[in-house]
């Protein structure tokens, strides 16, 4: 085996160089939302790419490209995959930041960017492990492949086409998700799935323009009518009315409830940041975890209607919209809750109003005791001096399903950021301390998987 204290020790003399190369990506706009930077930040990988000898196809799609990349190891008989995304969010509203999203200020140990954590430290920080293993010995433990898309954050409108069209470059033997976090100066969160996502938007319209309020006795409120379809849908404890909405949600396992007891979540903590008295229910500990990690939700996102102006403005509106998030836990599918709303809707008189679906993601979890699960767990102590959290299903959504279902893939997440990190919002940052940390865990990582034997 290769000793790993020499890599460890590469990375420590060579972390200003990591942390500038991270600036440079940072400072590379890359909006796909925005369709801004995108060319320009696959050129940057590109060069990055054929630095490190990794032979690369880029795989254009009708939007933005998927670039795919292989190198070589010792062990030819292990393959270790790497998924990340080059696309960031709308930096927007800009007044909330402190600094210019895209200079990559470093403030307090930290860098400041948009994209820092989400997903370019994650990106970089196996890209330079990679770099590590090859200045130190000349080669990798294994074989890697690279997989980058730029629609993330748009919802990963090609990958699955992409898994379709290539079904060779998906075989491997680990798959490292990106994304993952950490508590802060506490324990590397590992997890193995995602809730899935239902997006949708209740529509309704009772008159062809907004109308003097006086209608008001005569005409149906469009509001009105949203409001009393949505109270049919959740009571006051919670508990989601939605017909047959629960029908195929799985209860936990022993060992998912077991993994629930390793998280570290600092309820005073969370409740003081998000400025809370208190969580739904005033639920604590396990009942707090179980609800936020493995129960599904109906969320409504946001609610369009008449007049919200200074002051007021007699008026009735003519057409309201809601929008909801649906997260959804295993079995449930988009298309299934989908149909659910509708026919809940439709039972209760309320064909009035139209149910659109903008977007759906089936939830997704891997098998926790597979051998590059283990191997990921077994290798958080040596670097990070405590055991990880260990989260079967992250509480949020990505594009893990259509991706690793098909392909029976078992994605495991674990990255560069952390609770704090900020990633959509204002001031995403990363703390240049545990993008280094990333940097010896990914080393870590190859290293024992290309030694792990299946017990
Ligand atoms: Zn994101």
């Not at 070589?72 to 008989?77: I, L, M, P, T």
């Not at 039972?347 to 891997?366: N, W």
């Not at 191997?375 to 949020?396: A, I």
Request: glycine share 8%; aromatic share 8%; charged share 25%.
């Amino acid at each position: 085996m290769r000793d790993l204290q020499k890599i460890y020790d590469y990375v420590d003399a060579h972390a200003q160089e990591y942390i500038e190369l991270l600036q440079k990506f940072c400072r590379q706009p890359s909006i796909s939302a925005q369709n801004i930077g995108m060319r320009e930040m696959v050129d940057l990988i590109l060069e990055e790419l054929s630095s490190l000898g990794v032979s690369v196809d880029v795989v254009e799609t009708s939007g933005n490209p998927i670039i795919y990349g292989e190198l070589e190891g010792v062990n030819k008989d292990r393959t270790l995959s790497f998924y990340n995304h080059y696309d960031v969010q709308p930096p927007e509203p800009l007044e909330e930041w402190k600094s210019d999203p895209f200079a990559a200020e470093i403030r307090d140990g930290k860098i400041y960017a948009r994209g820092a954590t989400d997903n370019k430290g994650s990106l970089l920080c196996r890209l330079c492990a990679i770099r590590a293993f090859q200045e130190v010995y000349g080669e990798l433990p294994l074989r890697i492949k690279l997989i980058y898309e730029g629609e993330e954050e748009i919802g990963s409108p090609h990958l699955s086409e992409f898994a379709e069209k290539y079904p060779e470059r998906l075989k491997t033997d680990g798959f490292a998700w990106e994304g993952g976090t950490k508590q802060i100066n506490g324990p590397l969160e590992v997890s193995f799935g995602v809730k899935g996502l239902l997006y949708i938007e209740l529509r309704c319209r009772t008159a062809n323009s907004d109308l003097h309020s006086s209608n008001a006795a005569i005409v149906k409120n469009p509001a009105w009518r949203l409001v009393q379809a949505l109270a049919t849908m959740k009571d006051a404890n919670d508990h989601i009315l939605i017909d047959g909405f629960y029908d195929n949600v799985k209860a936990p396992t022993a060992y998912e409830m077991e993994c629930l007891k390793t998280l570290d979540y600092k309820e005073d903590e969370v409740k003081q940041r998000m400025g809370l008295d208190g969580f739904i229910n005033d639920l604590t500990g396990i009942d707090l975890l179980n609800k936020l990690y493995y129960q599904p939700t109906a969320n409504i996102a946001g609610f369009k209607a008449g007049y919200i102006g200074d002051g007021a403005k007699t008026v009735m509106p003519g057409s309201a919209v809601v929008k909801m998030d649906l997260r959804l836990v295993p079995d449930q599918m988009p298309d299934e809750i989908l149909d659910k709303v509708r026919k809940h809707l439709d039972k209760r008189g309320f064909t009035d109003i139209e149910v659109v679906r903008l977007s759906g993601e089936p939830p997704f979890r891997a098998n926790p005791e597979c051998l590059f699960a283990q191997t990921v767990v077994k290798c958080v102590k040596p670097v990070y001096g405590m055991d990880p959290e260990v989260l079967v299903s992250s509480s949020g959504t990505t594009a893990m399903y259509q991706f690793c279902h098909s392909a029976g893939l078992d994605a495991v997440m674990f990255g560069a950021g952390n609770v704090a990190s900020n990633i959509h919002a204002p001031n995403e940052n990363i703390i240049i301390e545990d993008y280094i940390q990333a940097i010896k865990m990914a080393a870590t990582v190859m290293e024992e998987f290309a030694n792990a034997k299946e017990s």
